[in-house]
């Protein structure tokens, strides 16, 4: 048998064929735009989804105010639990008629807050710091409210109270400033 000698195969380079590797990603559905706008470089990637969309752009602060709320709230609900009498002498200035059963369940209240917000501290999830800001931000409305009912039941206005009262306003829109800016969508360039 005579052994027929082949031409040599052309082989088609589809990294180089620019007009093969389009129809290619063509078909399989990438390198255009999503209904999102977002280009996906690879079919997995567009399964998946790309993980810079789950980034969060945090504002510059945000982890420092939640620090210092994590270990304002973790201060005050120990000194409610410990010292609930005193504690309430130095808002109101007057003694506790009552059992500091109240103040101690407040101190119960701010402690949980506190685990919230360190734990919004370590995440690093948007809907989780998200969340945790919007917690801090009802309690602060919550606490101004309850404590501009209590000054008007006991007729008298403390200067540690118009304190804590005016602290509360400021802490609130600050956190509901974080709030907007977190939740804001970014400019796409």
Not at 63 to 80: D, E, H, K, P, Q
Not at 118 to 138: D, H, R
């Amino acid at each position: 048998m005579a052994s027929k000698s082949h031409p040599p195969l052309m082989k088609k380079h589809s990294q180089t064929d620019l007009i093969s590797r389009l129809k290619s990603r063509k078909i399989l559905g990438v390198g255009g735009e999503d209904d999102d706008g977002e280009v996906h470089r690879s079919k997995i990637s567009q399964m998946l989804g790309n993980e810079l969309k789950f980034a969060v752009r945090e504002p510059i602060g945000l982890r420092v105010w939640i620090l210092i709320s994590a270990v304002g709230f973790t201060l005050m609900a120990l000194t409610a639990l410990v010292f609930p009498n005193q504690l309430y002498e130095l808002v109101f200035e007057e003694e506790l008629s009552t059992t500091s059963i109240s103040v101690r369940l407040y101190g119960a209240a701010l402690l949980s807050l506190a685990l919230i917000m360190w734990n919004g501290l370590y995440t690093a999830e948007k809907v989780i710091i998200q969340w945790t800001l919007l917690s801090e931000a009802c309690y602060f409305a919550v606490q101004f409210l309850v404590t501009c009912v209590t000054l008007i039941e006991i007729g008298i206005l403390p200067n540690a109270a118009m304190l804590l009262l005016l602290s509360r306003v400021l802490f609130f829109v600050v956190t509901i400033a974080y709030y907007y800016h977190l939740g804001r969508k970014p400019k796409k360039m």
